[in-house]
């Protein structure tokens, strides 16, 4: 890094030739020095603590390490087999694969109200354009063939809805006051 | 004041066979820096059985991202900087043994060994460089080793550190000023030590 640009001269003597110039001109081909906190400038006690800590840093010896090769990353798999948490990953999946299949075969509803429902759904796409796959719609037929919520129950803090296996309750402190 | 030794021999050429990945100049490479990263990880560390392992552990992560060095960029602030952030990390996992134990006050004889580069004394001046490294934040400890121990320049200490030359200056007062308090008793003026 050398010296930024000349400061003015303000006496106007700057020319070529002038020994100031030549002299600022110097200066500027000069490497800026290293603004550090210079340890000369410390007292004698500083002086003599750090100078005694870079002799002892110096001096330390170093243990032997023999070289490794750099690792390349792998993929990370558990050392050991974690049983018990592989045995309860293996049954939550093979519940959520029965729970699965269990919805997929299901009995579908083929009479009375929800019947109705499913044909009349799938009546109305066989007839829309693209004629998509009928069975699209089935979840929506399915939903139609559940029962109404009900209302089961109104205490004086809370209010119970049913809709088929689903209950909803609905907390509240309010009620008791109105 | 004395200077660590330095290693001049990792060059462009060596750095560029590390990352190759041939195993010759791997082995020299490692040779050649193990030494000042162990030192930098005691300095950082303050703790020299945690540095071995965390200078182990610096030496594979700097031969893991050589080869993504740019080598427009001075080595030895580009090395400095991986062995500082592992060190950060190794402090950070152990913060709350470490302030218990930088809590107890330290244990200093009343007078100094005067010839620290004596190598009967190694294991005491060791164990001085600990105890007095210790008494120093992580942030003074940093500017310090940087700066007083290993003789970088202040530019290159404060692009490591992340922080502006005048903070390093103001690290390193305060660090020198701790250090004189604990150990300018301790110390025979005008000895070998100077």
């Given at each position: 890094?050398?010296?930024?640009?000349?400061?003015?001269?303000?006496?106007?003597?700057?020319?070529?030739?002038?020994?100031?110039?030549?002299?600022?001109?110097?200066?500027?081909?000069?490497?800026?020095p290293e603004a550090t906190p210079d340890l000369d400038d410390c007292d004698d006690e500083t002086r003599a603590v750090v100078d005694w800590m870079a002799a002892a840093w110096a001096a330390q010896p170093v243990p032997a390490a023999a070289p490794q090769r750099p690792t390349r990353r792998l993929p990370r798999w558990?050392?050991?087999?974690?049983?018990?948490?592989?045995?309860?990953?293996?049954?939550?999946?093979?519940?959520?694969?029965?729970?699965?299949?269990?919805?997929?075969?299901?009995?579908?509803?083929?009479?009375?109200?929800?019947?109705?429902?499913?044909?009349?759904?799938?009546?109305?796409?066989?007839?829309?354009?693209?004629?998509?796959?009928?069975?699209?719609?089935?979840?929506?037929?399915?939903?139609?063939?559940?029962?109404?919520?009900?209302?089961?129950?109104?205490?004086?803090?809370?209010?119970?809805?049913?809709?088929?296996?689903?209950?909803?309750?609905?907390?509240?402190?309010?009620?008791?006051?109105? | 004041?004395?200077?660590?030794?330095?290693?001049?021999?990792?060059?462009?050429?060596?750095?560029?066979?590390?990352?190759?990945?041939?195993?010759?100049?791997?082995?020299?490479?490692?040779?050649?820096?193990?030494?000042?990263?162990?030192?930098?990880?005691?300095?950082?560390?303050?703790?020299?059985?945690?540095?071995?392992?965390?200078?182990?552990?610096?030496?594979?992560?700097?031969?893991?991202?050589?080869?993504?060095?740019?080598?427009?960029?001075?080595?030895?602030?580009?090395?400095?900087?991986?062995?500082?952030?592992?060190?950060?990390?190794?402090?950070?996992?152990?913060?709350?043994?470490?302030?218990?134990?930088?809590?107890?006050?330290?244990?200093?004889?009343?007078?100094?060994?005067?010839?620290?580069?004596?190598?009967?004394?190694?294991?005491?001046?060791?164990?001085?460089?600990?105890?007095?490294?210790?008494?120093?934040?992580?942030?003074?400890?940093?500017?310090?080793?940087?700066?007083?121990?290993?003789?970088?320049?202040?530019?290159?200490?404060?692009?490591?550190?992340?922080?502006?030359?005048?903070?390093?200056?103001?690290?390193?007062?305060?660090?020198?000023?701790?250090?004189?308090?604990?150990?300018?008793?301790?110390?025979?003026?005008?000895?070998?030590?100077?």
């Open positions: 890094m050398t010296r930024p640009d000349a400061p003015t001269l303000h006496d106007g003597t700057s020319g070529d030739g002038d020994p100031l110039a030549e002299l600022l001109a110097a200066w500027q081909e000069q490497p800026i558990p050392r050991r087999a974690d049983w018990p948490l592989l045995t309860r990953r293996a049954a939550a999946a093979l519940l959520l694969a029965g729970l699965t299949l269990t919805l997929l075969s299901g009995p579908r509803p083929s009479s009375g109200r929800a019947g109705s429902g499913l044909t009349a759904a799938t009546q109305s796409t066989s007839t829309g354009a693209g004629a998509q796959d009928a069975t699209a719609t089935a979840p929506s037929a399915l939903i139609d063939a559940r029962p109404e919520p009900q209302l089961v129950a109104v205490t004086n803090d809370q209010i119970v809805f049913r809709s088929g296996p689903v209950r909803l309750v609905l907390i509240t402190d309010h009620l008791a006051s109105e | 004041m004395s200077s660590p030794p330095t290693n001049d021999i990792v060059g462009p050429h060596l750095l560029a066979a590390v990352a190759r990945g041939e195993p010759e100049s791997l082995d020299r490479w490692y040779r050649s820096e193990h030494p000042v990263v162990y030192r930098l990880c005691f300095g950082f560390l303050a703790d020299g059985t945690e540095a071995e392992d965390a200078a182990q552990d610096a030496m594979l992560k700097l031969a893991d991202r050589l080869a993504s060095y740019d080598p427009g960029r001075p080595y030895p602030a580009w090395r400095n900087t991986v062995v500082l952030n592992h060190c950060r990390d190794v402090l950070r996992r152990g913060a709350t043994r470490r302030n218990a134990e930088q809590a107890a006050p330290v244990q200093l004889p009343t007078r100094l060994p005067a010839r620290p580069e004596d190598e009967a004394n190694a294991g005491e001046i060791r164990e001085l460089l600990h105890r007095a490294l210790t008494q120093l934040s992580p942030r003074e400890r940093e500017a310090f080793v940087l700066r007083d121990l290993e003789g970088r320049p202040t530019r290159e200490a404060a692009e490591v550190l992340g922080v502006g030359e005048s903070t390093v200056r103001s690290l390193l007062t305060l660090a020198r000023r701790r250090l004189r308090q604990l150990l300018g008793d301790r110390l025979a003026l005008g000895g070998s030590a100077r």
